[in-house]
């Protein structure tokens, strides 16, 4: 090391021993003590680094947004072990407790502070925060910040207006999973400047990837029984599942094949979710069957297994999930369960995402006829919904603009008039269906090509891989198609007669999926395009941030 090297001074007081900086974390801290920076960093790449090294060499306070509170619980532990004074300031402690948090933090007697979005959406926080002047504000888990999809958080949006409340400290958003496309949303909603991009490879090829066909809801469980009996490696195993009802029937009939298996899902009271994660943690609990909400939490070195029983929405979800396999570089499998009509929840989700445009209408009636910003109860009883159809067309406005919620509640945005902002709205939610519509069939395809399965999740996510991997199935039986030649590179700009414009993101075969703007994805046969002179190319692939 050399010892005019500031990073390197920096990074040997608080990485473990005997460790050093990887190229990319290297790469992103030189990016953060310059501009703004959006960092797509595989998992397990240590991301927590790259903040606590940027916030030490730019001299003070570094605020992290995180998401779940068992994530900001499990970055203060590892902010202490490296010797950090850290703390959280989340609903978990009492007010006294954060108040406390923060004057700390005003004092100069902290040197990183943790908190969930909706925390910033209270004024007083912010003020309070803004008088400890930070110097680093950190988006953890970025890819939140998504303008794709409706069950959302809408504080994730009211993150730009925070940074210039805040005094304009420098802006790091960090993530696993991000598609060109998602990174100008993340710099565009987060009000980033100047800003720099760095993206680490997104391949994790200590994991195998696998996929298999079965013929009904029986079959995956059992197929998942052999799953676990056959893993011999003494590690952790997750079992990914569509629903609350599926995550506990599962586990209870593991349970009963002599599989010692608990459940996860957001419905669960708080104390029961936290034994899970305590347990999971110290290696007590060793196989869980979880919903999507058992994952942003999770970073647990040694799951040597994770199975997902019911497909995900999306490719990109998979991956974040499938990721959470091998966080300690060693051996890992994640294994994708299919069958025929497994699919048809997803599609239903996806049709139904949203919200109806007479639930729009009403909710921008309510607010218009308000004198006051309204809460969310307020607004549901004004508009003469119940509260989650309220929830959903509030999301949908404050996505499209119409509306800002933050503070005391939500009002309008000053702007058009009540069918504009309406017809806006009704437009998002279709397109968004669409896309989604569209996604959930990407992962049938995942699962059922004899293509190189890791070509086609790492293209998707703005990779160019035209080799096989030699790391999945399809690889194993000598099925992966060898590289094709590529008339549209991973990334380019391309317009359609009918579906109008978008870029290539996928090859298959002899086959490019394009994900257009309006019509989401499309898989076009190479021949026939060229044939018709289908696709036209109206820009170059971009790196985007």
């Known amino acids: 090391m050399s010892r005019n090297d500031p990073v390197e001074t920096a990074a040997a007081d608080v990485l473990p021993e005997g460790t050093s900086l990887r190229p990319e974390q290297r790469e992103a801290i030189e990016a953060v003590l310059q501009a703004d ?13 790259v903040y606590v090294v940027a916030g ?44 406390r948090v923060l004057e700390q933090a005003a004092a100069g007697e902290l040197d990183v502070v943790l908190l969930a979005p909706e925390q910033l959406a209270d ?18 888990e970025a890819h939140c910040v998504s303008a794709w999809g409706v069950d959302f958080r809408p504080d994730y949006l009211a993150l730009g207006p925070v940074v210039e409340a805040l005094g304009r400290p420098r802006v790091l958003a960090l993530t696993a ?65 569509a629903t609350r009802r599926r995550a506990e029937e599962l586990a209870a009939q593991l349970a009963e094949a002599g599989v010692e298996a608990v459940a996860y899902h957001g419905a669960m009271k708080r104390a029961e979710r936290d034994r899970v994660h305590v347990g999971f943690r110290a290696g007590t609990l060793r196989t869980v069957v979880a919903t999507s909400a058992f994952g ?36 890992a499998s994640a294994v994708l369960l299919s069958r025929p009509d497994g699919y048809g929840l997803r599609r239903f989700f996806a049709a139904s995402a949203g919200a109806s445009e007479n639930d729009l209408r009403a909710v921008v009636d309510a607010l218009g006829d308000a004198s006051e910003p309204l809460r969310p109860a307020a607004v549901a009883r004004a508009a ?32 058009p008039g009540r069918e504009q902002r309406v017809a806006a709205a009704v437009d998002w939610v279709e397109r968004v269906r669409v896309r989604q519509e569209t996604g959930v069939d990407l992962v049938r395809r995942y699962a059922e090509t004899t293509d190189c399965r890791r070509r086609l ?39 359609h007669e009918e579906w109008g414009t978008g870029q290539a993101v996928q090859y298959e075969a002899d086959r490019v999926v394009v994900l257009f703007d309006r019509a989401g994805y499309r898989t076009l046969d190479l021949d026939t395009v060229r044939e018709h002179h289908l696709l036209d190319v109206v820009g170059t692939p971009s790196t985007g941030g």
């Open 384 to 415: 003469g919904l119940s509260p989650a159809r309220s929830r959903r067309a509030l999301n949908v406005l404050v996505r499209t603009g119409a509306v800002r919620e933050s503070g005391p509640g939500a009002r309008l945005r000053p702007g």
């Open 177 to 241: 999973t991000a598609p060109p496309e998602l990174r100008r949303l993340i710099a565009r909603n987060l009000g980033m400047r100047d800003v720099r991009t760095v993206v680490g490879a997104a391949d994790r090829p200590e994991i195998h990837l696998s996929a298999h066909v079965v013929r009904d809801e029986d079959a995956v469980a059992a197929r998942v029984q052999e799953l676990l009996d056959e893993d011999a490696s003494g590690g952790s195993r997750l079992v990914y599942v």
């Open 457 to 495: 999740v790492l293209e998707l996510l703005g990779e160019s891989h035209p080799e096989p991997c030699g790391r999945c199935d399809s690889c194993d039986a000598g099925t992966s198609e060898p590289a094709v030649t590529r008339p549209y590179p991973i990334g380019t700009r391309v317009e």
């Open 37 to 49: 920076t959006i960092a797509v960093l595989a998992t397990g790449s240590g991301k927590t680094f």
């Open 123 to 140: 004024d007083d926080v912010v003020a309070a925060l803004a008088e400890a002047r930070p110097v680093l504000f950190v988006v953890d």
């Open 296 to 331: 942003l939490g999770v970073d647990q070195p040694d799951v040597r297994l994770v199975v997902h029983a019911d497909p995900p929405d999306t490719l990109d979800e998979y991956w974040q999930e499938a990721g959470r396999a091998g966080r300690d570089g060693e051996l």
């Open 56 to 99: 030490r060499l730019l001299g003070g306070l570094t605020v992290v947004v995180s998401p779940t509170i068992a994530l900001q619980a499990d970055q203060v532990a590892a902010l202490h072990e490296a010797g950090l004074r850290a703390e959280t300031c989340n609903s978990s402690r009492t007010a006294a407790r954060r108040r």
